[in-house]
Structures are given as structure tokens and as C-alpha cells.
């Protein structure tokens, strides 16, 4: 977290759109502009199946950070990157401590 996240800039009504996708100020989401491009990305890839991150980094989720990222400011490569990292997590199996699964 930044060492600003307790500073009153908070109130300034542009925090959460400077590219930062650490912390977002939930007044920027509700802008008519910003709102539009999520709902219209929405729109168009409602009816799509969205695979498991462990199924890889697929279409869908990029274009869903494509269109976050456009509506808040935030820098798509960082977003990109930190999605390939999260399909590289490992898996959880679900299997209960001290069982084995084959």
C-alpha cells in the first residue's frame, strides 16, 4: 500500500483515475462516462463462459482489464503482467489436510 493511503487527498475527486490500480476511489467509478464503457463491455461479453485463471490468462479477462483500465486511467501493461501472475499461481486442489488424491 502507498505510505499516502491515509492522506486527505482522498476527498480531492480524481483519486482512483491516476493510474494507480492500488487504490480506488469509488466516486470515480460513478461517473456516466466511465460507467457507459464498463457497461457497454459488459454488455458485449455478458453471454461469454469465463474460464478459470488456471485455464491461462484468457480473452475475456483481458478485455475486461482493457476496459477497466480505459474507463479508470490505470496502465494496462501493469495490469496485464499482474494478471499472467495470478494464472501462474499455483492450483488448489481441495483435497482435505492429510488425504491424498491421485
Known amino acids: 500500500m502507498p505510505d499516502d493511503a491515509g492522506s486527505d487527498d482522498a476527498g480531492s475527486g480524481d ?3 491516476s493510474g494507480d490500480a492500488r487504490s480506488v476511489d469509488a466516486r470515480s467509478v460513478i461517473d456516466e462516462a466511465c460507467m ?3 457497461a457497454e ?8 463462459v ?3 485463471f488456471r485455464d491461462g490468462y484468457t480473452d475475456i479477462r483481458r478485455r475486461w482489464d482493457a ?3 480505459t ?7 501493469e495490469i496485464t503482467h499482474l494478471g499472467e501472475l495470478l494464472h501462474q499461481e499455483p ?3 481441495g483435497v482435505a489436510h492429510g488425504h491424498w488424491k491421485e
Open 71 to 77: 474507463a479508470l486511467g490505470w496502465d494496462l501493461d
Open 15 to 17: 483519486a482512483g483515475t
Open 36 to 38: 457507459a464503457h464498463l
Open 41 to 48: 463491455c459488459w454488455q458485449a461479453t455478458r453471454t461469454e
Open 67 to 69: 476496459a477497466v483500465c
Open 91 to 93: 492450483r488448489v486442489r
Open 50 to 52: 469465463v474460464p478459470q
